[in-house]
């Protein structure tokens, strides 16, 4: 079994900064791709960033510039950098990993953390 566990969520004001973790655990071969999604009051879980084993990134548009998603392979850990947070920024953040492990033989399976909160206050 494989466990993501996020942390780095709290309060902050408008402007301010948060940097975010997610660590797998468990059963794990490797790990291809690791993705942030996040989760305003009312509204439908949405995509954030996706980093990937070889590094490379994409981010939604209304983080762009702001927020910086990298990876420590040797960790198995995704971070995410948060600056100039706005008070639209405020959800629960939850990362995401597609994880090979032993007994998969070579596929993928995507799992989930529980997630952590994020709230800016303007």
């Known amino acids: 079994q494989v466990q993501l566990e996020e942390s780095g969520g709290g309060w902050v004001q408008a402007g301010g900064s948060l940097r975010l973790s997610c660590a797998a655990s468990?059963?794990?071969?490797?790990?291809?791709?690791m993705r942030w999604y996040r989760q305003a009051p009312g509204k439908e879980r949405e995509f954030v960033a996706v980093?990937?084993?070889?590094?490379?990134?994409s981010y939604a548009d209304s983080v762009k510039g702001r927020f910086t998603i990298s990876i420590d392979n040797a960790k198995n850990t995704v971070y995410l950098q948060m600056n100039s947070l706005k008070s639209e920024d405020t959800g629960v953040y939850y990362c995401?990993?597609?994880?090979?492990?032993?007994?998969?033989?070579?596929?993928?399976?995507?799992?989930w953390g529980q997630g952590t909160q994020v709230t800016v206050s303007s």
């Open positions: 980093v990937s084993i070889d590094g490379s990134q």
């Open positions: 468990g059963a794990i071969v490797s790990i291809n791709t």
């Open positions: 995401n990993a597609d994880v090979s492990s032993p007994s998969d033989y070579g596929r993928w399976r995507r799992y």
